[in-house]
Structures are given as structure tokens and as C-alpha cells.
């Protein structure tokens, strides 16, 4: 049986539809029942909460497989789950962390993710461990400035980066999860492109087939603003201008072609992504 964490979320959806799609049974750690609505039919949501190891225990019973996704900047829902692992005796792990930990000198963002790295290691659990770099899905959060008609906030200028496909990142999940000879790797993962903020919006536009704005952002504030509208935490407020200001310079610009290595296609491009998602930015 496989755990899977974060299953409602861009990455989650994408990889209970891979599993369904294979036959796979897999069961889903949910916190509230109604968000596990969207989830296929074959898949069995287990009512659980990551501040109650109790309740985690329960849905790691029979457990070989974990899919760990843990959103936030702390360790404690990572360090209460896999000794959940630990007791369930799971056989393989499949982490999501992230190539900020590829930075050096290591940046905040990369600190907590290399953390959560090492307490995967630290279990002696054979796992594998998935850098992707900035999420295409990202592009989400600007659906608000379109309805409006206000500018989307450009906090990275001219840096580039190449964003991936959350359902690439969620179908090299999958095989890792199901195949063999995946565990002690640590795959970075990148879309094709590596891209400015301003030719993604260049790109939704022409798909969407309207004008779309873009500025600059001026103040630190408004760089927040740009990810979290409603403002962040300090650490996490902190962490974000520092990546963003990495970002500027060029210094988080890497391509792989690890995707295309390990599914034996090239990634989405961020254009196929946004036909693909053409519906959320229209209703």
C-alpha cells in the first residue's frame, strides 16, 4: 500500500491520477474528508492530522510505500511522520524538497528543505529524494491581477529560471514510487525553458489571446505580495526575498534533462501548460 501526503495539492492531484490511471491502490492522508472529494475512486482517504501522531499512525498501518510532501518552512509534521514510517516498517520513501538546496552559499529556503532531506537519511529508509526548481503552476496566482485587470507583480525581472510541470514532477514520483532502482538518487528536476517572468506572462497572453500587464515590483512589500497577497511570516518573508533576489541574479537559472532521462520524453513547456490549464484562467 502507499501513503500519500499533500494528495489534494498541484503535485498530489496529478500523481493519485497517474496511480488510477495504472491500477494502483494507494490511500491518501487527508485532513478534512471534503477535500478528499476530488480524489479517484480508487484511491482510500484516511482522516489524519499531522499534530496528532496518533491519528498518523493509524493511516501509515500497512504502509511500504511514502510519498512525503510536507508544506511550510518547520520539521515537526516531517519528523512525525516518518517515525510513523519508522513504526510501520515502510520500505521506500519518494521526497519532494527542492533545488534551492543545489544553491551555495545555501540560502534559507534550501536550509529547510536540506533539513528535511536529512531526516529522510537519518531513518535508513531506502528513499529517493526530488529537487524541482519553481512550479509552472505558480502562474495560478496570478488569476486574481486578470480578473482585476491589475498588473501581475514581477518580483524576479530579469532572472530566469525553468519551470516545471507539477504533472512531470508527479510522474517521476510514480515510477519511483512503483519501480525499482530509484532509491539513494536525488534527482533536480526543470521544465525545458528556463524563462523570465515576463515571457511566461508573454506566453499566457498569446494563449489566452488578451493583454495581460506586468511591472516590476518596487518594495520588498510588494515582492511578498507577488506569492503571498496576504502577507507571510517573517522567516518565511525573509526567505522569499532572498530567493527572489538569487533569482534576479541569474544565480537559479539551471536546466536539467533529468525529466526526459527518466520518463524518456522532454518535459511540458510552459505553453503546453497553459493550454492544458486554459479553463482556470477563463472562468
Known amino acids: 500500500m502507499l501513503l500519500l501526503t499533500g494528495a489534494t495539492g498541484n503535485i498530489g492531484r496529478e500523481l493519485t491520477r497517474i496511480l488510477d490511471s495504472h491500477h494502483t491502490d494507494f490511500r491518501a492522508l487527508v485532513r478534512d474528508r471534503t477535500r478528499a472529494s476530488t480524489l479517484p475512486a480508487r484511491a482510500e482517504a484516511v482522516l489524519g492530522d499531522l499534530d496528532d501522531p496518533a491519528s498518523v499512525d493509524r493511516a501509515m498501518s500497512g504502509v511500504t510505500a511514502l510519498f512525503l510532501l510536507v508544506p511550510g518552512i518547520g520539521l515537526d509534521h516531517t519528523r512525525t511522520l516518518l517515525r510513523a514510517a519508522e513504526r510501520a516498517d515502510v520500505q521506500r520513501i519518494v ?81 519511483c514510487l512503483t519501480e525499482p532502482g530509484h532509491t539513494g538518487q536525488a534527482y533536480h528536476l526543470t521544465g525545458p525553458d528556463p524563462l523570465t517572468a515576463a515571457e511566461q506572462v508573454t506566453i499566457l497572453a498569446r494563449i489566452l489571446n488578451r493583454d495581460i500587464k506586468i511591472r516590476e515590483t518596487t518594495t520588498p512589500e510588494e515582492a511578498i505580495a507577488a506569492r503571498y497577497p496576504h502577507g507571510a511570516p517573517p522567516a518565511l ?41 486554459r479553463a482556470a484562467f477563463t472562468d
Open 237 to 277: 518573508a525573509a526567505a522569499i526575498l532572498e530567493g527572489f533576489a538569487l533569482l534576479r541574479a541569474n544565480r537559479a537559472d539551471a536546466r536539467t534533462d533529468t525529466v526526459t532521462e527518466l520518463l524518456g520524453r522532454p518535459p511540458h513547456s510552459f505553453a503546453a501548460w497553459c493550454e492544458a490549464h
Open 95 to 175: 521526497l519532494i524538497s527542492s533545488a534551492h538546496v543545489l544553491i551555495d552559499p545555501l540560502p534559507a529556503m534550501g536550509t529547510w528543505h536540506r533539513d528535511r532531506e536529512n531526516l529522510v537519511r537519518d531513518t535508513g529508509i531506502p528513499a529517493t529524494i526530488l529537487r524541482p526548481g519553481g512550479y509552472m503552476s505558480n502562474a495560478l496566482e496570478w488569476i486574481p491581477h486578470l480578473r482585476s485587470g491589475d498588473p501581475i507583480l514581477d518580483p524576479s525581472g530579469p532572472g530566469r529560471f525553468a519551470p516545471i510541470d507539477p504533472a512531470d514532477i508527479a510522474e517521476v514520483a510514480a515510477r
